[in-house]
Nanobody, 119 residues
Framework: QVQLVESGGGLVQAGDSLRLSCAVSGRTSSTYLIGWFRQAPGKERIFVGSIIWDDSNRFYADSGKGRFTISRDNAKNTVFLEMNKLEPEDTAVYYC????????????WGRGTQVTVSS
């Protein structure tokens, strides 16, 4: 079992930056992929980006390229999502999730943290 807890969300203005954290605990593995997702009101949850736990390879959805950066601190078992130049369209609940690289679907999910961007 793996537990994930997101934090760092809040209310910000357009153009601001915000850093979300995802604390990972339990039976972690070097072959895990930690992903960030978001779900805006009335919309489906979508992929934001991901990072391989052991080698820091990162993948980003087009919506976040150039504005979002994923990083990790293995000593603290924490993955970060740094978001810059936030837009009202970035308003959503942000989730982190974990899966083995070979899995199709993410196995473990956090409860999410709300990010609200005002115009």
């Amino acid at each position: 079992q793996v537990q994930l807890v997101e934090s760092g969300g809040g209310l910000v203005q357009a153009g601001d930056s915000l850093r979300l954290s995802c604390a990972v605990s339990g039976r972690t593995s070097s072959t895990y992929l930690i992903g960030w997702f978001r779900q805006a009101p009335g919309k489906e949850r979508i992929f934001v980006g991901s990072i391989i736990w052991d080698d820091s390879n990162r993948f980003y959805a087009d919506s976040g390229k150039g504005r979002f950066t994923i990083s990790r601190d293995n000593a603290k078992n924490t993955v970060f999502l740094e978001m810059n130049k936030l837009e009202p369209e970035d308003t959503a609940v942000y989730y982190c999730a974990a899966k083995f690289i070979s899995d199709k679907d993410y196995r473990y999910w956090g409860r999410g943290t709300q990010v609200t961007v005002s115009s």
